[in-house]
């Protein structure tokens, strides 16, 4: 990660720039700010630039030793902590028990979405936390010396999560500095961190970006001219809700059709047609096939409202209007529910990395007797 790779904030990156230059870094630091502008980017390029064996123009090269194991999350003296499950298996949860599932969360979701978080620890309705064992392996590695970068560095992501034992400790750790070691808060909600820790760090707050800096990404981004403004609307300031949107750009027909596609097939009870989409839709990958069972959700919400004929209520395009004129009577009170159930199931089989193939399959297959239910005579 470096400087030039994030969208916005350029006072809060001077700024960086002029600690690391000057070696006037705080031994603690808190960024924060609303989620998903880029935070952790930042933070990120920073420990790039202070680390880079060559850094140029006031950014990292990129390409050093140094860079190269940042870049792949390889750099021994960069520790992550963040929340999480504790494992049946250990008695002293840690952060690095979930390293590789933290590895895939900063390469997939560098703007550190929470949602995509819970979804790989596989979190369901547990809450992850920290620990007070985190605090203890936080010391020990503190007073080691580094192993080859000019500090021990502790990222922290979501400090605001922290309970009072854990926080505590934390304190005491950030009141009595190791030598080179920097902390590094990354906050979404600041109000929430223990008053003494916040008060311990020097505070860099990040905003949300103006709609000339988004427009100006999307434009880099190859959006289609016609779309950027409504996106740029939408997006509120935050880069990450720009990019779903614009990921979501041209899927919305491709979604329709293969709805139409796979009702058609479970109504006809056509078998080898649905087994061939579940081949197709395996191939998917696992964030696109649980946005296309959100829109299987909201397109049997809105086919079952159809049949109440009131289109204010309704809120279908054109050509998904013209499938539920003839479709929507399928989708009533003696199924709907049970309809809704099972993709809800598929979604969280498909959140769990469940082998797809036979998710979707074993999904069209209930969809196969759920839509022929006949309209409960009232
Ligand atoms: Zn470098």
């Known amino acids: 990660m470096q400087f030039k790779d994030i969208i ?7 700024l960086l720039r002029r600690m690391a230059d000057s070696q006037a870094i705080p031994h603690a630091l808190l960024l924060h700010g609303p989620s998903g502008i880029g935070k952790m980017q930042t933070a990120r390029a920073f420990i790039n630039y202070i680390c880079c064996e060559n850094p140029t123009d006031g950014d990292s090269c990129g390409v050093c030793p140094s860079c190269r194991q940042l870049n792949s999350l390889n750099l021994p003296d960069v520790h992550y902590i ?5 494992k049946n298996s250990t008695k002293t949860p840690l952060s690095s028990d979930y390293l590789e599932e933290w590895k895939e969360f900063l ?12 979804e790989l620890l596989n979190a369901g309705n547990s809450q992850p936390t920290f620990y007070v064992s985190e605090a ?4 020990r590695v503190a007073s080691l010396s580094s192993y080859s970068s000019p500090f021990k560095f502790f990222i922290i992501w979501l400090p605001e999560k922290m309970d009072g034992p854990v926080a505590n400790k934390l304190l005491k750790i950030i009141e009595e500095p190791f030598s ?31 709609d000339t800096e988004i427009a100006n990404a999307l434009i880099a981004s190859g959006a289609a001219p016609e779309k950027i403004n409504e996106i740029t609307r939408l997006a509120e300031g ?16 491709e979604f329709g059709e293969l709805f139409r596609n796979i ?77 809704d159930e099972e993709i809800s ?34």
């Open 136 to 139: 203890d392996e936080i010391s």
């Open 263 to 339: 009702m058609r097939n479970a109504y006809s009870r056509n078998v080898s047609g649905l087994k061939s989409l579940s081949d197709r839709l395996s191939q998917s990958g696992r964030e696109k096939s649980m946005r296309l069972l959100d829109y299987f959700a909201s397109q049997v919400r809105e086919n079952f409202i159809y049949n109440l004929h009131t289109p204010s209520l309704n809120m279908l395009s054109p050509s998904e209007e013209t499938f539920s004129k003839k479709f929507a009577p399928f989708i009533h009170i003696g199924n709907v529910e049970k309809i």
């Open 8 to 14: 916005g904030h350029s006072s809060q990156i001077a």
């Open 345 to 378: 199931k598929a979604r969280t089989d498909i959140s769990r990395n469940a082998n797809a193939k036979l998710v979707w399959f074993d999904f069209f297959l209930k969809l196969l007797i759920l839509i022929r239910i006949p309209i409960p005579q009232s």
């Open 180 to 210: 080179d070691t920097l902390f590094i808060l990354v906050s979404n909600n600041a109000s929430m961190i223990l008053p003494t820790i916040f008060s311990r760090c020097q505070r860099l707050e990040f905003n949300r970006l103006s």
């Open 82 to 86: 963040f929340p999480i499950l504790k």
């Open 107 to 118: 390469a997939n979701f560098s703007y550190m979405q929470p949602e995509k978080w819970l």
């Open 238 to 253: 935050r880069p990450v809700k720009a990019f779903e949107l614009l990921s979501q750009e041209g899927e919305a027909e």
